[in-house]
């Protein structure tokens, strides 16, 4: 079970709301997400801006700037409830949209493949080494090609 959420604080999503809910509803169906069916997920989407998340960025990662977006998990099993998958998913659309205008790509196709890179990570995937790297990377590209997105690498 995927139960989702979405807040807004920032003056820069209300417009693009509907269109990212269309997006999330679309990808959160894709198989290769890995999503496990003996958990229950919470997605929370923060839609936020650079000023709010460049402080979350400075508290949980220790570096003093904005970012386009930063996924926190928390899993927590019980032998009575089952396993729960807590998860807040912060965009900035102000990093989104600086990102996707210098690589020369649609904003929503690179909101997009940052939601899919942000699913991976909830379900296991990381990246800090390249092996690691390559194995996500393949999975985004496969994943974002069936929504019909292409190679953002």
Excluded at 6 to 16: A, E, L, T
Excluded at 51 to 79: M, Q
Aim: aromatic share 14%; charged share 30%; proline share 2%.
């Amino acid at each position: 079970m995927i139960v989702s959420r979405y807040y807004c604080n920032s003056n820069h999503w209300p417009r693009r709301i509907s269109k990212i809910k269309k997006i999330y509803n679309k990808t959160i169906k894709q198989k290769d997400l890995n999503f496990k069916k003996n958990y229950n997920y919470f997605l929370n989407l923060v839609l936020t801006n650079d000023k709010e998340i460049k402080k979350l960025n400075f508290k949980y990662n220790n570096k003093k700037k904005p970012t386009d977006v930063l996924t926190f998990v928390s899993k927590v099993k019980n032998k009575h409830l089952g396993k729960d998958a807590f998860c807040d998913i912060f965009f900035s659309a102000e990093t989104l949209l600086k990102d996707s205008k210098r690589n020369k790509i649609n904003f929503y196709d690179h909101f997009t493949h940052i939601f899919v890179h942000s699913c991976l990570h909830i379900n296991g995937f990381r990246h800090n080494k390249t092996k690691d790297f390559e194995i996500m990377k393949n999975l985004e590209i496969r994943i974002l090609k069936k929504l019909g997105i292409n190679k953002p690498y």
